[in-house]
Structure formats: C-alpha cells, structure tokens
C-alpha cells in the first residue's frame, strides 16, 4: 500500500515530540525550570543532528543523479520529511519558551530552514542534492554545539563541565566556521551556477528563493559564531584579569 507524502512526516513529527517530553519529563526533570526547556531542546537536537547528516549524505550518494536540480529520489524525500519534522517541533518549543536575544536569530533559521526543506519536498520535487548538501554541513556540527550548550547549562555547577566546555569552544567555533562560512557559501554559488540555466525541474521562483534564504541563513549563522567567539574572549579576558588582581 503506497503510503502519501504526509504520512512520513507526521510519523516523524510523533517521534521527535515523544523524544522532546522524554527529556523534559525524564532526562532532566531535576534541572532548574529555566535551564530544562533549553537541555531538552538540546536532547532532541542530539536525536536529529548527526543522523540527518549521514542520512543526507546517504542519500545524496545513493541517488543516481548527483545534479542539484535533479528530481527528488524516495529516500531524498524520507530524509526531508525527517529534518522538518524536527525543526517543526524544535520551532514549537522556542514559541512556547521564547526568552528573545539570540532565540529571535534561532526562529529565523528554523523558519528559513523549514521553507527550504517544504519547498524541496512538497513543491519543487526536485533540488534536493543541493538542499541535502546544505543540510549535512549544517548538521555535521550539531553534536559538539549541544555538548557545548549543555555543558554552558552545567558551568556554574560543576568545574569539570565548565573546563570541558571551555576546551570545545574554540575547536567548535572554528569548524563551525570552516563548514558555515566556506563550505556552505561554496555550495550556494554552485546553485546560482546551475539554476541561472533555467533547463532543470525546479522552477526560477524557488531557485532565486532558496538563494536569497540560505544567503541569508550563511549571514545569520556566522553573525551567532562570531557573537560567541566576542563572548568568550570576554569571559576569558575577565578570568584573566581576575587572576592579577587576586
């Protein structure tokens, strides 16, 4: 029986909302009530990250057509389906746990994100070598962020974590770096390359699109990094000058 499209996505979408309760009520039921929506977000985060990196990747290689503008293979479209579902979800708890600052940044990535991968799936049928590309870049940094969030979580109580999480920072920041602000910027241009043709499946409207939003994407997430690494000379700075004075 052939299952439709929408069917994968809300098995996907009873999975990673099942994986965020299991968090929030299990995993870190003890954690402060400001500091449990976040470890949450982040235990889903674990869930989705690295897999869909792999499965991306998967699917990318698998496929018989490696063109950016080839049409969507069934597992091309699985792993679609897969990543909406979570920014889906991941987009629900930052609505009900808004706290702005930075969140504002993260909603407009989930969004933009999410309208790429819709898109992709459910409108242009087509692209999703290009898309999925993006996705594995974006993704293959997700693991150390959530280590590095939860262990910031955890700083002030415990000194091993905060040290831990001292040593990923840099490492983090600059692969986070390497992948967002080279790799992916290298990508987008292979797309306006391929797309200004105008001879693939995808129509002009979703090309330029999805141009103007990853750009923008690539901007914001290299605008985050490049607010942390300030932060953390800070934080380093002030513990230094600290020392002098004692």
Not at 228 to 242: D, F, N, P, R, T
Request: charged share 15%; glycine share 6%.
């Amino acid at each position: 029986m052939e299952i439709h499209a929408f069917e994968f996505l809300l098995i996907f979408l009873v999975l990673y909302v099942s994986i965020y309760l299991v968090g929030y009520f299990i995993v870190f039921r003890k954690w402060s009530p400001d500091d449990r929506p976040e470890a949450s977000s982040c235990f889903l985060s674990l869930f989705h990250g690295t897999p869909a990196a792999v499965l991306a990747a998967a699917a990318i290689l698998s496929a018989d057509s490696r063109s950016l503008d080839a049409t969507n293979t069934g597992f091309q479209n699985l792993v679609l389906d897969n990543s909406a579902a979570y920014f889906v979800v991941d987009l629900v708890h930052l609505a009900l746990f808004f706290r702005g600052g930075e969140e504002a940044m993260f909603v407009a990535h989930h969004l933009a994100t999410l309208f790429v991968l819709v898109t992709c799936r459910h409108v242009a049928s087509g692209g999703a070598v290009a898309v999925l590309a993006l996705v594995a870049l974006g993704e293959a940094t997700s693991a150390f962020q959530d280590a590095w969030r939860l262990g910031r979580l955890r700083r002030s109580e415990a000194p091993r974590v905060a040290r831990a999480c001292d040593a990923l920072t840099v490492p983090f920041c600059c692969l986070y770096t390497v992948l967002r602000g080279v790799f992916g910027p290298c990508v987008v241009v292979r797309m306006v390359v391929v797309y200004s043709r105008g001879k693939g499946t995808v129509a002009t409207w979703v090309c330029v699109s999805w141009v103007v939003v990853v750009s923008l994407a690539i901007v914001g997430s290299l605008v985050w990094v490049s607010s942390l690494c300030v932060q953390v000379y800070i934080e380093k700075k002030g513990k230094v000058e600290e020392k002098i004075e004692n």
